[in-house]
């Protein structure tokens, strides 16, 4: 069974209505970006930090998978496929895809600020004094601004091995995931799904351009795919 790669971003989710990363003003639900989404940010007023987090994952409860979630399932009927997503929520695991790897981070989870190992599930609100086992504040399972992208290393090895590549929703502009699309073997299928593409079929050998959203775009992928 041929190896299938899939890289996520924002724009899958938009249709689950998750807002995108940052909107046009460069704010994110009003606040400066590195107020929220800092080390220097949370050292300065962890309390907002943690509520604006707190905010996210409620909504996250509300809010369904799409049918390009379920779309990419339906695809592990013909290939191993990998998800390397740049989004927190839990839509792809929700959905039934059996190998996700989140770059930066889960949402849905929270480790020690003394040391990043220790990670837990966390479904509810989050709040100073929420300590884990050995005596340190918790905080949200994000990587910020200024981090390390721990999965980098993984996602650049999915990527090699990749049979097929397909990108959706993602700008290709955040930087070290736009990077894994020069990971792929020379000659590999790339389809770029998004209705405003920001890279050409001239940019790359073997890409493929669906100027669609995520739901009609993976539509016509699956079409291209298994017929």
């Not at 740049?86 to 020690?112: F, M, P, T, W, Y």
Request: proline share 4%; with cysteine.
């Amino acid at each position: 069974m041929k190896n299938l790669v899939v890289l996520t971003g924002a724009g899958i989710s938009a249709e689950s209505g998750i807002e995108t990363f940052r909107g046009a003003d460069g704010l994110w639900e009003g606040h400066d970006i590195m107020e929220v989404a800092s080390p220097e940010g949370f050292h300065n007023n962890p309390e907002l930090v943690l509520d604006f987090y707190n905010q996210r994952r409620k909504h996250l409860n509300m809010v369904m998978p799409n049918k390009a979630h379920s779309n990419l399932v339906e695809l592990e009927k013909y290939y191993k496929v990998h998800i390397v997503t740049q989004n927190v929520d839990d839509l792809h695991e929700r959905a039934g895809s059996s190998s996700i790897v989140h770059l930066h981070g889960e949402l849905k989870k929270v480790r020690s600020t003394f040391k990043e190992s220790l990670v837990y599930d966390w479904l509810n609100d989050l709040f100073l004094g929420n300590k884990c086992e050995l005596g340190y504040q918790l905080r949200p399972h994000i990587v910020w601004f200024g981090e390390a992208v721990p999965m980098l290393n993984k996602a650049i090895d999915i990527t090699g091995i990749a049979d097929v590549l397909v990108i959706i929703g993602t700008s290709m502009q955040v930087y070290p995931a736009a990077s894994l699309i020069n990971f792929v073997k020379k000659n590999t299928p790339i389809y770029f799904i998004d209705p405003k593409p920001t890279i050409s079929e001239s940019d790359f050998s073997n890409l493929s351009i669906i100027k669609e959203n995520a739901v009609i775009g993976t539509d016509i992928l699956l079409k291209k795919l298994i017929g």
